[in-house]
């Protein structure tokens, strides 16, 4: 590649998409006074935010493909800027409802078509030292979000965070026109969607996979949603909410590093998924327990390592079958995890129990695990006796 992107410029596009959501997070109690709405209702905002985003991964997964690169980055950021503002303008909760759906749909771009770049321009362990980096970014993300947030929340409201995100996508999309290159190759394969829809429908490790990263982002992202109201609960400002990014960061970093080492040490992956899913059982009742205190933080720093843990792990198996398609087959991926995603935060917004939602959603990964780990049991059994019996 001529002239591959620079590195700085794709870990900040990579991550847009989690950092402009954790800044939103600690003006939710400020929105639910705000338009007059309870905090179920305000919850909900986030749940419509990820479906959306969903089809936005897909969208422009596809465009990336017709358009190039650098254009579907380049309106991604404008749909982004345009949601931004209505939300900026809004005069009742439905006008920002619409607003977050538009938003997510533009931000799905900083996902889908920041990974096809880094793919066009880096190939074997160079591009695995890349996604390296990615991966750190994405770590201290939250705690640039929910303290920059705290912070604006605290001082200027959710106004303030509204002018925040417009500028950020302004800023963003001045440095993509100025300086991001174009990484599309001369020629490009562009599959037939509906037989690729067909054959991911009909492959249950798929959906397992799928499951698993709604699941276990759901751990995350409840916490995003419901812990703000909790604070509040406690007569703690958006900046002190804020402020529990850090602990929620380091989490993730011990996680990622505990996979690391583990894996260094011969671990499965299917191993360490199952001992993620175990962490976080362990994690959600610790919350459901402690959540009447601020003690909560510290079962909820074990659902964060677990999910650390778990997700390089889901998503380096996901498409190991759909290597020549892997773009398209990566942003239908991405669209069914993110709807069962936005489900789930659209029931975490009912439920309104932090602790009830971990114990659900790791009860279901582990049960998720153990039903996989005993499909692997029965296939090494049967193996086993085809061996014996051609013997």
């Given at each position: 590649?001529?002239?591959?992107?620079?590195?700085?410029?794709m870990v900040?596009?990579?991550?847009?998409?989690?950092?402009?959501?954790?800044?939103?997070?600690?003006?939710?109690p400020?929105?639910?006074?705000?338009?007059g709405?309870?905090?179920?209702?305000?919850?909900?905002?986030?749940?419509?935010?990820?479906?959306?985003f969903?089809?936005?991964?897909?969208?422009?997964?596809?465009?990336?493909d017709?358009?190039?690169?650098?254009?579907?980055?380049?309106?991604?950021l404008?749909?982004?800027?345009?949601?931004?503002?209505?939300?900026?303008?809004?005069?009742?909760?439905?006008?920002?409802?619409?607003?977050?759906?538009?938003?997510?749909?533009?931000?799905?771009?900083?996902?889908?078509?920041?990974?096809?770049m880094?793919?066009?321009?880096?190939?074997?362990?160079?591009?695995?030292?890349?996604?390296?980096?990615?991966g750190?970014?994405?770590?201290?993300?939250?705690?640039?979000?929910?303290?920059?947030?705290?912070?604006?929340?605290?001082?200027?409201?959710?106004?303030?965070?509204?002018?925040?995100?417009?500028?950020?996508?302004?800023?963003?999309?001045?440095?993509?026109?100025?300086?991001?290159?174009?990484?599309?190759?001369?020629t490009?394969?562009?599959?037939?969607?509906?037989?690729l829809?067909?054959?991911?429908?009909?492959?249950?490790?798929?959906?397992?996979?799928?499951?698993?990263?709604?699941?276990?982002?759901?751990?995350?992202?409840?916490?995003?949603?419901?812990?703000?109201?909790?604070?509040?609960?406690?007569?703690?400002?958006?900046?002190?909410?804020?402020?529990?990014?850090?602990?929620l960061?380091?989490?993730?970093?011990?996680?990622?590093?505990?996979?690391k080492?583990?894996?260094?040490?011969?671990?499965?992956?299917?191993?360490?998924?199952?001992?993620?899913?175990?962490?976080?059982l362990?994690?959600?009742?610790?919350?459901?327990?402690?959540?009447?205190?601020?003690v909560?933080?510290?079962?909820?720093?074990?659902?964060?390592l677990?999910?650390?843990?778990?997700?390089?792990?889901?998503?380096?198996?996901?498409?190991?079958?759909?290597?020549?398609?892997?773009?398209?087959a990566?942003?239908?991926?991405?669209?069914?995890?993110y709807?069962?995603?936005g489900?789930?935060?659209?029931l975490?917004?009912?439920?309104?129990?932090?602790?009830?939602?971990?114990?659900?959603?790791?009860g279901?990964?582990?049960?998720?695990?153990l039903?996989?780990?005993?499909?692997?049991?029965?296939?090494?059994?049967?193996?086993?006796?085809?061996?014996?019996?051609?013997?």
């Amino acid at each position: 590649m001529k002239n591959p992107p620079q590195i700085w410029l794709m870990v900040t596009l990579l991550m847009f998409p989690q950092v402009v959501e954790t800044i939103y997070s600690p003006s939710l109690p400020h929105i639910s006074q705000a338009f007059g709405v309870s905090f179920e209702t305000a919850s909900q905002t986030l749940s419509v935010y990820f479906i959306a985003f969903a089809l936005g991964v897909v969208v422009w997964g596809r465009l990336c493909d017709t358009l190039g690169r650098k254009k579907s980055m380049i309106y991604g950021l404008v749909t982004y800027g345009i949601g931004a503002l209505i939300a900026l303008l809004a005069g009742n909760f439905e006008t920002l409802l619409l607003a977050r759906i538009i938003s997510a749909f533009g931000a799905a771009v900083g996902s889908i078509v920041t990974q096809t770049m880094l793919r066009d321009s880096f190939e074997g362990p160079e591009l695995g030292k890349v996604f390296s980096v990615m991966g750190m970014g994405i770590s201290i993300s939250p705690v640039i979000g929910l303290m920059a947030g705290g912070i604006i929340a605290q001082s200027l409201g959710h106004i303030g965070v509204f002018g925040l995100l417009l500028l950020l996508a302004i800023t963003l999309w001045l440095v993509s026109v100025w300086i991001l290159p174009e990484t599309r190759p001369e020629t490009v394969t562009t599959v037939e969607l509906w037989p690729l829809v067909k054959r991911m429908l009909r492959d249950s490790s798929i959906w397992h996979s799928a499951a698993l990263v709604a699941l276990f982002n759901l751990m995350l992202f409840s916490y995003y949603s419901l812990a703000p109201f909790i604070f509040a609960s406690f007569n703690m400002s958006s900046l002190e909410f804020g402020y529990s990014g850090i602990a929620l960061a380091l989490g993730s970093l011990l996680g990622s590093l505990t996979n690391k080492l583990l894996l260094s040490r011969g671990w499965q992956s299917t191993t360490l998924i199952n001992l993620a899913s175990i962490l976080a059982l362990c994690g959600g009742v610790g919350v459901w327990l402690l959540q009447s205190s601020l003690v909560f933080l510290l079962p909820m720093g074990c659902v964060v390592l677990a999910f650390g843990i778990a997700i390089p792990n889901i998503l380096s198996r996901a498409l190991v079958d759909y290597k020549q398609m892997a773009g398209s087959a990566g942003a239908l991926f991405g669209l069914a995890y993110y709807l069962m995603l936005g489900a789930g935060l659209a029931l975490a917004g009912l439920i309104q129990n932090l602790g009830l939602v971990l114990i659900y959603a790791a009860g279901t990964t582990s049960l998720l695990s153990l039903i996989n780990w005993r499909s692997g049991l029965n296939q090494v059994n049967l193996a086993s006796s085809s061996c014996k019996l051609s013997q």
